[in-house]
């Protein structure tokens, strides 16, 4: 690694279709407890909405904190919205209706407003971070931009990072580093392409490298603990058509694939996470009220966990936009925009979800994170 980075049916589907940052220790987020954050979107100021875990994977309220910027109010088609960096020293979020992004210092007694810069562009919708880069998705512009993150969280934006999708119009969902740091991919829904970028020595991104999807509208994606890319297939929103696929990324970019479109037999798939060991992925299916669990096998071959596809029930109507694992992979929550709720579920050793009690939430949220 470089010197330089270490420091949801159409009208159901709208919400649907519509990495370590700087490695200095931290007392305070290094002993902070378990939490969940998401965030209210609203017009009008947004918020990020925290919520404590307790040890049995419960949630309570726990704050709320202003990110300096405005949401939208409305569903931004995408995943990560909210992210922590790995060390969990910091939380990063989206304002698209202000096109600006926000870094939190994460404390053990709550959270602390850092930052709020532009990003970059219009409408960003997704943010991804390893070691002291940063780069945000704006869906908006169709480009990404870069940032160097430095040790009290403060945000510069790295010259000549902007870089720009694979055309205008693609309605992209997300962006995400590879484990290693040394590529970002980006989804395109519009399009049905995954576009793959190869991030140098200076924290800047080249490319993109343009790939078809394997399956209809890639939305969600993750990698694993081996650098292969897993991404849900949304279909467009088409009846108990969507999936997920799997892939081999290179270092210079490419794509291959590994399961093409294994079905999840649900509708619209959209959010995809990854258990710690590498061995269960799940997605939500937001037009199905379900979430999907898969087996990955040793070559990144997927199965499904449960032959219906329904290794987890949300509910009717619940409309499951998100996802996010604690640390430990011990509890999986879903955020439901259907039912204004986040859904939980402890997470078995063969993979199966046992459902918990959740918490309400004001409508219109977007973006879920865990610890």
């Known amino acids: 690694m470089n010197i330089f980075r270490r420091t949801v049916l159409w009208a159901a589907l709208l919400p649907c279709l519509a ?34 875990r307790a040890d049995d994977g419960s949630l309570r309220p726990a704050g709320e904190y202003a990110t300096g910027g405005l949401g939208s109010g409305a569903g931004l088609g995408n995943q990560n919205a909210v992210v922590l960096s790995k060390d969990g020293r910091w939380l990063f979020a989206v304002n698209a209706g202000s096109n600006q992004v926000s870094v939190f210092a994460v404390r053990r007694n709550g959270l602390v407003l850092v930052d709020t810069v532009d990003s970059g562009g219009v409408r960003p919708v997704s943010v991804t971070a390893d070691r002291d880069v940063l780069y945000v998705l704006n869906a908006g512009s169709d480009n990404i931009t870069g940032y160097q993150l430095n040790r009290r969280g403060k945000l510069t934006p790295l010259p000549a990072s902007t870089r720009p999708l694979s055309g205008a119009g693609t309605g992209p969902a997300q962006i995400s580093f590879s484990p290693d740091g040394d590529l970002l991919a980006v989804t395109e829904k519009a399009t049905n392409r995954i576009d793959i970028y190869v991030v140098g020595e200076d924290g800047l991104a080249t490319g993109p490298s343009v790939h078809a999807s394997v399956g209809q509208t890639p939305f969600g994606f993750a990698f694993d603990r081996r650098g292969r890319l897993l991404v849900s297939e949304a279909a467009g929103g088409a009846f108990e058509a969507s999936s997920v696929s799997s892939y081999t990324v290179t270092e210079d970019g490419g794509l291959q694939p590994i399961s093409a479109a294994v079905p999840t037999t649900e509708t619209a798939a959209c959010w995809v996470v990854i258990t710690g060991n590498g061995r269960y992925a799940y997605t939500t299916n937001a037009g199905s009220g379900s979430l999907a669990g898969y087996a990955i096998g040793r070559d ?15 509910g009717a109507g619940s409309t499951p936009i998100d996802m996010a694992m604690s640390n430990n992979s011990r509890y999986l929550y879903t955020l439901n925009a259907g039912s204004d709720t986040v859904g939980a579920f402890r997470v078995e050793a063969d993979g199966s979800l046992q459902a918990l009690s959740g918490v309400s939430l004001p409508d219109g949220t977007n973006g879920l994170a865990a610890r």
């Open 19 to 52: 990495s370590p940052a700087v490695q200095a220790h931290d007392d305070d987020s290094e002993d902070a407890a378990g939490a969940v954050y998401t965030m209210s979107n609203a017009v009008d100021g947004n918020k990020i909405l925290a919520f404590s």
């Open 300 to 314: 990144g071959r997927l199965s499904l966990l449960n032959p219906d596809g329904r290794s987890g029930v949300t």
